[in-house]
């Protein structure tokens, strides 16, 4: 394998014979080498690119792997290799061979609220039945981590007490489904299902599958894998980092590796060339504690006199974020080197907080991201009605910010739209025929036994005085649900639909839609919501500075729009790239799972609190203490040569005392009393 420089056990791994091959990579042991090896020994053994697939956690892995391989071999063969996550495997495959419109969960769960909530429950217990969002949820969790079960079997054993409502969430999932299929939308589970199902109807499409982070696979995933039935698997993983259970993940996938195929081999990496001894020799007395699957013994190879992990205690909550930032601000180091990692997402405010305090500028991972925040959501589905007039999600996701609109009434506005146009939206909003009604009465709902309100319609010129001339008597504002706010919130919507129809760049069409009347009420609506005092009062002053967050992170989604000249491209782009984004530069804020494959010179763990990490409320939900400390071993070994573990005694807020985290004591870092 040339130019490639691999340690003995490395050069082992990735010259396996072909087969069924497991390999166990610690933290820091060069795995994404032995990964780019594999791919090359691959190569030179004669396999085409075309034959090798290469899964993923991240896009930014796979893209990390193949350029890697185009520099030892040539860009052509990198780029024929099918690289990169489960889903974007799936949908590039499906996106070739079928018409599909991809939609993140934020999106589809719009359209399924608009269905659920129309549901009455008439049989009752002492338990609530799920909300929405909540039934949307489990199912996704379902989904991921059923193996034989279907949703009643799983869900009568996971919460008996719901047993009563099956048949009415079943009838919502029907619905739900049979719209996803109409319109052509898929979300991240269906792109897994839809591809099982594709890859089991061929035979051996690749002559080996490598599977990163293997240990992380759920259920759903690994029938995939199952489904394309490689001659050849090499899986790289490593059990003691298995942290996504709460998705579905399953340990016993990689622990039962040998099991499902007996004549697997087993290779072991050892050496750790990323942090220091002292913060390996942590690393491994907290992770001995937990049950060994597979045996190893990390050997360090970085040399040199570092600094041991140190714990920093604090008498106050917010004192400890103050003091962090302090140290961070005093460090001298590069900062975008220096990582705070959290395990609840309510911490990393306060640290976020006290770093502004100081100047100090941060990017944040792991909260609510850039892409799932109202505004750039809201944006991102206005190009995509402008792009697809069929994406029913993105019009009621649009249209449900109007006064007194809301999900469900922007549905029945999307589909009198579609009857006024004769199945073309646009002539339905700009041009609609008169002579149709455009709103059918409702029929009965014969699972429920229940009847639907039914529609006496109003006259559509009720509004007119209010509206612009092109848009008045229309005949969606014969709706009777609509109020004035509403009808003058839906002109305002066809003024910037009819200006900006024609337009083909994405960016001069983010221009357009900032420029118009309907986002200005929208955006100022926001930044009054997120300015609101406990007692309801406005702060004026709040309200300026969210406007100004809003607008500056429209500017930075057009700024990312330059890249594309096709809106189409662009918006698959930022869908499949959302959840790896973060923005900016500065102190890394981020919670363990976002940590996941990273590595920085500096690391401080903070809230290490019983209670708060390990999160005993997890814990009592059907998590493990197993799953929590895996959790602080991937933690720790995102350092290289400073780790810092913090906790403090109280609250004084909340007015609560703390006790340190059972870690500190497994660590050795504090001493029973």
Not at 28 to 56: D, M, Q
Not at 396 to 422: M, R, V
Not at 552 to 561: F, V
Request: glycine share 4%; net charge positive; aromatic share 10%.
């Amino acid at each position: 394998m040339k130019n490639l420089q691999l340690n003995t056990e490395q050069k082992s791994a990735a010259t396996a014979p072909m087969g069924h091959n497991l390999i166990i990579a610690s933290a820091g042991t060069g795995k994404t080498s032995t990964i780019v090896g594999r791919i090359a020994y691959l190569l030179e053994s004669g396999i085409s690119p075309k034959e090798i697939l290469l899964l993923t956690f991240t896009n930014k892995a796979s893209v990390e792997m193949i350029e890697r391989v185009a520099k030892i071999f040539s860009k052509k063969d990198a780029k024929e290799i099918e690289s990169g996550t489960f889903h974007a495997v799936a949908y590039r495959y499906l996106k070739e061979h079928f018409k599909i419109s991809l939609k993140q969960p934020r999106e589809l769960k719009i359209l399924f609220k608009s269905i659920a909530e129309k549901r009455i429950y008439l049989q009752r217990n002492n338990t609530q039945p799920y909300s929405a969002q909540y039934l949307y949820d489990i199912h996704s969790l379902y989904l991921n981590s059923q193996k034989k079960q279907n949703f009643e079997q799983w869900l009568i054993k996971k919460s008996p007490e719901q047993a009563i409502y099956i048949p009415i969430y079943e009838d919502i999932f029907y619905e739900f489904s049979v719209l996803k299929k109409t319109y052509g939308y898929a979300d991240y589970n269906d792109l897994l299902i839809l591809y099982k199902e594709e890859m089991s109807k061929q035979t051996n499409p690749y002559q080996e599958v490598l599977c990163d982070e293997y240990q992380d696979t759920n259920p759903l995933q690994d029938s995939v894998i199952n489904a394309i039935n490689p001659p050849s698997l090499f899986c790289v993983g490593d059990y003691d980092q298995s942290i996504y259970a709460f998705n579905g993940a399953d340990i016993s996938i990689i622990s039962n590796f040998t099991q499902k195929y007996p004549n697997a081999n087993v290779f072991t990496l050892k050496k750790n060339y990323r942090s220091s001894y002292a913060i390996l020799d942590l690393a491994n007395k907290i992770i001995q504690k937990n049950e060994r699957i597979y045996e190893k013994n990390l050997e360090v190879v970085k040399k040199g006199d570092y600094t041991p992990p140190k714990l920093l205690v604090y008498d106050e909550l917010f004192l400890q974020y103050q003091g962090i930032a302090q140290k961070i601000a005093t460090s001298n180091y590069n900062l975008d080197d220096i990582a705070v990692i959290f395990r609840n997402n309510a911490s990393a405010d306060g640290c976020e907080a006290s770093l502004r305090e100081l100047g100090i500028p941060s990017r944040r991972k792991g909260g609510i991201s850039f892409f799932d925040t109202k505004e750039i959501s809201l944006m991102l589905d206005i190009c995509s009605l402008f792009y697809n007039s069929k994406d029913m999600m993105a019009y009621i996701h649009t249209l449900s910010y109007g006064n007194g609109i809301g999900n469900s009434i922007a549905k029945e506005i999307y589909e009198s739209l579609d009857i006024l146009g004769e199945h073309n939206i646009k002539n339905g909003l700009l041009s609609p025929n008169k002579n149709i009604k455009p709103y059918p009465s409702k029929s009965k709902n014969i699972q429920l036994g229940l009847f639907d309100d039914f529609f006496t319609l109003q006259s559509s010129a009720r509004f007119d005085d209010y509206l612009p001339h092109k848009f008045r008597s229309h005949p969606i504002l014969s709706h009777p649900k609509l109020n004035k706010e509403g009808a003058i919130f839906l002109g305002n919507f066809f003024d910037m639909y009819e200006q900006s129809h024609h337009i083909q760049s994405p960016t001069e069409l983010i221009k357009k839609i900032q420029q118009s009347s309907f986002l200005k009420v929208i955006i100022e609506n926001l930044s009054k919501e997120r300015a609101k005092n406990k007692d309801g009062t406005l702060n004026e002053n709040t309200r300026i500075q969210a406007l100004d967050k809003i607008n500056r992170k429209i500017t930075l989604l057009k700024d990312l729009s330059k890249n594309y000249n096709n809106i189409g491209r662009f918006l698959n782009a930022m869908i499949l790239g959302s959840s790896e984004a973060s923005e900016g530069s500065g102190v890394n804020l981020l919670s363990i799972h976002s940590s996941k494959g990273l590595e920085f010179r500096d690391v401080y763990i903070i809230d290490l609190m019983d209670g708060r990490f390990p999160n005993r409320k997890l814990i009592s939900k059907g998590g493990s203490i197993e799953e929590e400390r895996r959790l602080f071993y991937v933690a720790i070994t995102r350092a290289k040569e400073n780790l810092y573990l913090s906790y403090a005694k109280k609250d004084a807020i909340k007015n609560f005392d703390y006790e340190a985290s059972i870690f500190l004591y497994e660590a050795g870092l504090l001493k029973p009393s």
